[in-house]
C-alpha cells in the first residue's frame, strides 16, 4: 500500500532515535543480542513509530504526528526455536489520519501493513560479518574455544657421548616454535669423556604453548636445533656441534599414562631420540657423538579450563627426576 502525500512532505518511518523515509525497503540495526530469544527485547528498545506531517493548524512548520508500529508478531517469530538466519513477519501500524489507498477508496482500513523480518549476524572465523542465527555463532564460538588447548613441551636432554675428543660440556637451544623468553642453557658444564656415555645434569625444560592441535602440529614441523659446547674457563666457549630432533613423529607415539605424575590427566607422548651431533664446516660435517633427547607433549586441556592449572603442577625438577626413573 501507497500513502498519500500529506502536505507535501513524505512521511518517515522513526526506530529509536534514528529516522528515515518511509520507503518499500528500511534497514536498522538493533542492539547487540547474544540469542534470537532476546531479540523480543531489542524490538521493544526499537520503539519504531510512522512520523506523519501534522495537518493541524496549530501545528508549527516541521512538525510531525507519530502512529506506533506493533512488532510483536516478529518477536514471537525471533523466540520459536530453530529456523533459518532470516525469519519475517507481519507488522501493522495504528490507525492513521487522512490514510488513502488505493485499494481502499472510502478510507475504512486506516492502517499501514509491513512485511517486517530481521537477519541475523554473526562473526565467521576470518571476523566477517555473515548470515547466521546468534545461537549457530555461540556453538561456532564454543566449538573454537573447545579446540584451543594449552599443551606442554618438555624436553629433556638425556645423555651424551663423544667420540673425537674428551671436552667440559653444556647444551643450549633457543628454538622459535615453543616462544622461549629466554635461552635455554643447561648448568653446570660437565665432563664428557671420549667414548664414554655421561648424563647431562639439569638440561629439562618444559615450553606452554595454547593453540589448536593443528597450530600446534604446525610449530612442531620445524626441528629442534641443540647445540653443544665446550666450556673453557681460559678462553671463549667453542662450538663442538649441533644435534637436529625431529618433533613431529612425536604425534603418532601412543598416550601413557602415569599415577606418578598427576599434572598428566590426559595423559602424555614420549619420543626417545638418539641423534647425531655433527660438526665442522666442510661439505661433509664430522660425527663428534650422539645425544640422547627426550620429548614429552601433554595436553592440558582447553584453554579457558586451566585457570587451576598452577595447582596440579609440580616443578620441572620434580618432573625431571619421575620421568628419569620411570624410563630406565
Not at 123 to 130: D, F, G, L, M, V
Not at 165 to 184: M, S
Not at 189 to 204: E, Q, Y
Not at 244 to 273: C, F, K
Request: glycine share 6%; hydrophobic share 40%.
Amino acid at each position: 500500500e501507497k500513502l498519500s502525500s500529506l502536505s507535501g512532505r513524505p512521511a518517515r518511518l522513526r526506530c529509536g532515535s534514528v529516522e528515515q523515509p518511509l520507503d518499500q525497503g528500511i534497514r536498522h540495526t538493533l542492539v547487540l543480542v547474544d540469542g534470537w530469544p532476546e531479540v523480543a527485547l531489542a524490538l521493544a528498545d526499537v520503539d519504531a513509530c510512522i512520523q506523519l506531517p501534522c495537518n493541524d493548524d496549530t501545528a508549527m512548520e516541521g512538525d510531525y504526528e507519530e502512529v506506533p508500529v506493533d512488532l510483536s508478531q516478529l518477536a514471537l517469530v525471533a523466540e520459536a526455536p530453530g529456523g533459518t538466519d532470516t525469519i519475517t513477519a507481519w507488522a501493522q501500524s495504528g490507525e492513521i489520519p487522512n490514510f488513502s489507498s488505493s485499494s481502499n477508496k472510502n478510507g475504512s482500513h486506516q492502517r499501514l501493513t509491513f512485511a517486517a523480518s530481521v537477519q541475523a549476524l554473526c562473526w565467521s572465523p576470518t571476523r566477517a560479518a555473515i548470515p547466521g542465527r546468534s545461537k549457530d555463532m555461540t556453538e561456532l564460538l564454543e566449538r573454537g574455544q573447545s579446540n584451543l588447548h594449552r599443551w606442554r613441551i618438555s624436553v629433556d636432554v638425556r645423555s651424551m657421548r663423544l667420540v673425537s675428543q674428551t671436552a667440559n660440556v653444556f647444551v643450549a637451544y633457543d628454538h622459535a616454535p615453543f616462544l622461549q623468553k629466554q635461552r635455554f642453557r643447561s648448568s653446570p658444564a660437565v665432563l664428557a669423556r671420549k667414548n664414554n656415555t655421561m648424563h647431562l645434569p639439569h638440561a629439562f625444560a618444559s615450553h606452554t604453548l595454547t593453540g589448536t592441535e593443528e597450530e600446534t602440529r604446525a610449530r612442531l614441523v620445524e626441528p629442534l636445533c641443540i647445540e653443544v659446547w665446550q666450556r673453557d674457563i681460559y678462553k671463549q666457549n667453542a662450538l663442538l656441534g649441533f644435534v637436529e630432533a625431529g618433533l613431529e613423529s612425536i604425534w603418532v607415539q601412543p598416550l601413557e599414562y602415569s599415577a606418578s605424575l598427576p599434572s598428566m590427566t590426559s595423559g602424555y607422548r614420549v619420543l626417545d631420540r638418539l641423534c647425531d651431533i655433527v660438526g665442522g664446516d666442510g661439505p661433509a660435517p664430522d660425527r663428534m657423538g650422539a645425544l640422547r633427547v627426550l620429548l614429552f607433549l601433554e595436553d592440558l586441556g582447553p584453554a579457558e579450563a586451566t585457570s587451576a592449572l598452577p595447582s596440579l603442577q609440580i616443578s620441572g625438577q620434580q618432573e625431571q627426576q619421575q620421568w628419569q626413573q620411570q624410563q630406565q
